[in-house]
């Protein structure tokens, strides 16, 4: 699920907040509030150095960040990082660069790091849309992930939505061909919109056209997280969309 930054956030070895706003019409984020635990700030000192990066607003060489050549996949706001765990742990065979700017929720995927030994992580504590805009180049992703984004409920907000047609428009840009965009919500109306929005986008197919309303079953590889199954015992749908770069 897409999280949100703590009011104070660590500030980058050049000075500047890692959560450095800027004005536009889309943000991966909205500010809300939230306490780093003890153990997630001992994952900042112990194992940030490690797979922290920081943002320097140039593009990214993904085989000098992970010291190796692999697919790698773009994960924008992955909350308390149970299932990039997960996913990195089912594939230790691919890269997967995480972008949350929700300061718990950081701390929390770098002790999960920690703790099950995962080297092909490396999160980017900043918005995504800057991250994608500025460090992401045309044809370098081999997936993306969108799991549970803020859904906003009430109409008048639904501009505020992150799955619209300008950032989709880039996403697909910086796919390789056959490479995937994969969202996942369990809010029914922002599932009718992530669909719409994708099937627009011309660089796109759906995988599951075939399939008579066009959302696909759950990949094997996204778990099944705390959160979704408690919505599920509660009568929660939860709808995935998949799409293929042409």
């Not at 056959?178 to 759906?206: F, R």
């Amino acid at each position: 699920m897409i999280e949100n930054p703590a009011p104070t956030l660590p500030a980058s070895p050049e000075g500047t907040p890692v959560d450095v706003s800027h004005h536009r019409t889309i943000r991966s984020f909205v500010r809300r509030t939230g306490r780093t635990t003890v153990g997630q700030a001992k994952a900042f000192a112990d194992v940030g150095p490690r797979f922290l990066l920081n943002y320097t607003g140039e593009p990214m060489d993904f085989a000098a960040v992970y010291d190796r050549s692999a697919d790698t996949i773009l994960e924008i706001g992955f909350g308390m990082g149970e299932a990039t765990a997960h996913i990195a742990a089912l594939m230790p065979e691919k890269n997967f660069l995480c972008c949350e700017v929700h300061t718990p929720g950081v701390g929390a995927l770098l002790k999960r790091i920690d703790e099950q030994a995962l080297t092909n992580i490396r999160i980017l504590q900043h918005d995504a849309v800057e991250v994608i805009d500025h460090m992401l180049a045309p044809g370098s992703l081999d997936g993306a992930h969108i799991f549970f984004p803020d859904p906003w409920h009430k109409t008048k907000h639904n501009k505020r939505r992150l799955i619209q047609s300008p950032l989709i428009a880039k996403l697909a840009a910086r796919l390789k061909p056959g490479g995937y965009l994969h969202c996942a919500t369990d809010w029914q109306p922002y599932a009718e919109q992530i669909l719409e929005v994708l099937s627009a986008e011309p660089l796109l197919k759906n995988t599951a056209d075939a399939v008579g309303d066009g959302y696909a079953p759950k990949p094997v590889y996204r778990p099944l997280t705390k959160f979704e199954n408690r919505g599920i015992k509660l009568g929660h749908g939860v709808w995935d969309v998949v799409f293929t770069r042409v």
